[in-house]
């Protein structure tokens, strides 16, 4: 048994910044950071972005091992998982190991939902890790026939980069419109058309029956009879957080994903135990309600904050933001700020023949959420309205000038 | 204190404008602005939270 500390399980983003703000806040005690993968902490953004462009790829680590090991201290473990947790004896289980925590982060994300049956064929691929990315990239370095099951912004990320070298890309989704849940069906109407200006074959509404291939993959059979060939399959059909290693630990999860309830401090349900990332279900007074989201910047914020209430740097503060979202698409920048569940949505400007838009969503009287497509002059001005509680006049006011200068 | 972009870095996210809007604005072409390379007083506290914020680590801070 290890002296106990601060303990971190996941070594992505939130985790990382779990560890650099409890030392950039003066905590001197010992700080273990638990990684399921190999690697060091990286940067996942890139990885269905300009990694996967031609060229040199970008290397998305975010810090030197010297620089986790010795500037910050922290005693880093890597390729292990954790496999159970005893918040009475306040020991994190790492198989046969046990490392012992006066204070816990829980961090450990979300994994790529897979297709059934496809175990073991080559050629299909998630994207959510390095190694997923590396082996995608591999493919598109090949000149692969692309086939994207969901059209979701990591498959359409990767739809963006195969049509970028050339490649043949397929794009199919099983319902009718695609980001339905992320930005409403009208606005996922209109997003899915930069797929197809750009050539993608766009197939809605249409599931996948099965992958056939001896080996590896060689076609994508789908419900409707179509068979679709294939070298390169990328599956983007979301992802579930990872909390299996929390059964029977007392943690309380939300009965339909599994992700972990927190308090608006992030706390859990468990003395010094708290949650970031992906796998954190807080409340947030901005919305009045739980959330749980997969997003950068929240991972991020809410990883350095759970440190710092965890280990009681100061009083606790409770979490909260307008969530935010960035998608590169071909030449589009697509951003998203608030919470899509709106009573109506509004565009302000199409000037989509230029790839050009700004919306604005409505519930009640506030403004909740906005879109914009290649106008980031206008997104985080009206990021600090929802923020601020801004009326829905006022907003459309604002966005109306704004659009006319 | 004073703040630099690496514009090789930047790809105008805006997460700073959203932290501290008397500092930074990205432009409608999609290059970033410093409004006041040199903040003082409360501003200092709002730089930093935005160069800890910047999700490409564009931004870094100079002391003097």
């Known amino acids: 048994m290890e002296k106990d500390g601060l303990v971190v399980v996941g070594a992505s983003l939130a985790g990382l910044r779990a560890v650099e703000s409890a030392r950039r806040l003066g905590y001197s005690g010992r700080i273990t950071l638990i990684g399921a993968e190999e690697h060091l902490p990286y940067d996942r953004p890139p990885l269905s972005k300009e990694f996967l462009a031609s060229g040199e790829p970008v290397d998305p680590v975010f810090r030197a091992e010297r620089a986790l090991r010795e500037e910050l201290g922290v005693d880093l473990r890597l390729g292990r998982y954790a496999t159970g947790l005893d918040c009475r004896q306040r020991v994190v289980r790492l198989g046969d190991e046990e490392v012992s925590y006066s204070a816990l982060v829980i961090a450990t994300g979300a994994q790529a939902r897979t297709l059934p049956d496809t175990a073991g064929l080559r050629g299909v691929h998630a994207l959510r890790t390095l190694d997923d990315a590396r082996s995608v990239r591999e493919a598109l370095d090949a000149g692969a026939r692309t086939v994207i099951v969901g059209a979701g912004f990591i498959g359409s990320e990767v739809a963006s980069a195969a049509r970028k070298r050339g490649l043949p890309v397929t794009l199919v989704e099983a319902a009718t419109v695609p980001l339905t849940r992320s930005v409403g069906s009208e606005m996922g109407g209109l997003l899915a058309e930069l797929h197809r200006r750009q050539g993608v074959d766009l197939r809605l509404g249409a599931g996948v029956q099965r992958i056939d291939g001896s080996g590896s993959a060689e076609s994508v059979v789908l419900t409707n009879g179509a068979e679709i060939p294939a070298d390169l399959v990328v599956v983007g059909i979301g992802a579930a957080p990872c909390t299996g290693w929390l059964e029977g630990s007392g943690i309380d999860l939300d009965p339909r994903d599994k992700g972990v309830l927190c308090d608006s401090t992030l706390a859990v349900n468990a003395p010094g135990v708290y949650a970031a990332g992906d796998v954190c279900h807080w409340i947030s007074d901005l919305f009045r309600g739980r959330l749980r989201l997969e997003h950068w910047t929240s991972a991020a914020e809410q990883g350095s904050l759970a440190a710092r209430n965890a280990l009681s740097l100061d009083d606790a503060k409770p979490y909260d933001t307008v969530p935010y979202f960035w998608s590169d698409w071909y030449d589009s920048r697509i951003q998203f700020v608030g919470e899509p569940h709106a009573d109506d949505i509004q565009v302000v400007d199409k000037e989509w023949e230029d790839g050009k838009l700004l919306a604005l969503y409505r519930k009640a009287d506030r403004l909740v959420a906005a879109l914009t497509v290649n106008r980031p002059t206008l997104i985080m001005k009206l990021r600090r309205m929802i923020a601020s509680r801004a009326s829905w006049q006022e907003a459309v006011e604002f966005a109306e000038e704004k659009v006319r200068n | ?64």
């Open chain 2, 1 to 64: 204190m004073r703040i630099t972009v690496d514009r090789s870095k930047c790809t105008a996210l805006g997460v700073c404008e959203s932290l501290a809007p008397e500092l930074f604005e990205v432009q409608e072409d999609g290059s970033l602005i410093i409004l006041n390379e040199r903040p003082e007083g409360s501003l200092c506290s709002a730089a930093r939270e935005a160069v800890e914020g910047c999700p490409t680590e564009a931004l870094r801070i100079e002391e003097d």
